[in-house]
């Protein structure tokens, strides 16, 4: 489940930082963590479900 949740996490972070970083590259570091995770979060919450359906039965072997 961890490798799963790192191939999930690390593409949609470095797209956060890509496409969101730019624009609030200035504020505060912790209105920028906050911001970062209230995008991360939900989408991790879809990606891992899409994720988990493709993979199946081999992650609970």
């Known amino acids: 489940m961890a490798l799963l949740t790192w191939i999930c ?23 920028k963590t906050l911001l970062t995770t209230i995008i991360l979060v939900p989408l991790m ?6 994720l988990r359906k493709q993979v199946g039965d ?3 072997k």
């Open 45 to 50: 919450g879809l990606s891992i479900e899409l």
């Open 9 to 31: 996490i690390y593409p949609l972070i470095n797209i956060i930082f890509i496409t969101v970083m730019p624009v609030i590259g200035s504020w505060h570091p912790l209105l």
């Open 58 to 60: 081999w992650l609970y």
